[in-house]
Antibody
Framework: HLQLQESGPGLVKPSETLSLTCTVS??????????WAWIRQPPGRGLEWIGN???????YFSPSLKSRLAVSVDTSKNYFSLNLASVTAADTAMYYC?????????????WGRGTLVTVSS | SYVLTQPPSVSVAPGKTARITCGGN??????VHWYQQKPGQAPVLVIY???DRPSGIPERFSGSNSGNTATLTISRVEAGDEADYFC????????????FGGGTKLTVL
């Protein structure tokens, strides 16, 4: 069955770029029925949607992060990536990748285990 | 942007029924999804499109949506149901359309 796995550095210095990858296994990222998403959760707080990407490369980003955010997809290697520039302590969070149905009001029906990213010097 | 309001905490005795609410302006016009998150784990979808259950989710979990309130109901609550629960909608009038509620901590007494 399909699984998602986040990977990347657990510690990033302020003002640097946070880079994460979500590897999709057990199925193809090219499936036409799904978008792929990044969601984060600061310690002790709620969930915040970051952005979505389709296998074609179509993206939609949170307006509050858009100026610092890049999300890409590599269909040959079955993964998608997140790059968040100029990070601050406010970007410290558990970062999850997730799958969402192609309908805009679909749920996030499958999640990775998450990876904790701390922004600190 | 659209705001979803959840009570911070709900407590219930084992075997009883827990009701977790999610308030939003005219939320009945939107599709509501519910996620369960146990400590140290990723969220798991427990209810989608207001009232549908993914395979593997017990029938004890049900959902409803009316007026300005959506509700997740957990019948015959078990100790293993203790978790944080988040509601989520898509708001087509917002530039931040995928919105989560603040979460509710369900405590099983």
């Amino acid at each position: 069955h399909l699984q998602l796995q986040e990977s990347g550095p657990g510690l990033v210095k302020p003002s640097e770029t946070l880079s994460l990858t979500c590897t999709v296994s057990g199925g193809s990222i090219r499936g036409p029925d799904y978008y792929w998403a990044w969601i984060r959760q600061p310690p002790g707080r709620g969930l915040e949607w970051i952005g979505n990407i389709y296998f074609s490369g179509t993206t939609y980003f949170s307006p509050s992060l858009k100026s610092r955010l890049a999300v890409s997809v590599d269909t040959s290697k079955n993964y998608f990536s997140l790059n968040l520039a100029s990070v601050t302590a406010a970007d410290t969070a558990m970062y999850y990748c997730a799958r969402r149905g192609v309908a805009t009001d679909s749920s996030f029906d499958l999640w990775g285990r998450g990876t904790l990213v701390t922004v600190s010097s | 942007s659209y705001v979803l309001t959840q009570p911070p905490s709900v407590s219930v005795a084992p075997g009883k029924t827990a009701r977790i609410t999610c308030g939003g302006n005219n939320i009945e016009s939107k599709s509501v999804h519910w996620y369960q998150q146990k400590p140290g784990q990723a969220p798991v979808l427990v209810i989608y499109y207001d009232r549908d259950r993914p395979s593997g989710i017990p029938e004890r979990f049900s959902g409803s949506n009316s007026g300005n309130t959506a509700t997740l109901t957990i019948s015959r609550v078990e100790a293993g149901d203790e978790a944080d629960y988040f509601c989520q909608v898509w708001d087509n009038s917002s530039d931040h359309p995928w919105v989560f509620g603040g979460g509710t901590k369900l405590t099983v007494l």
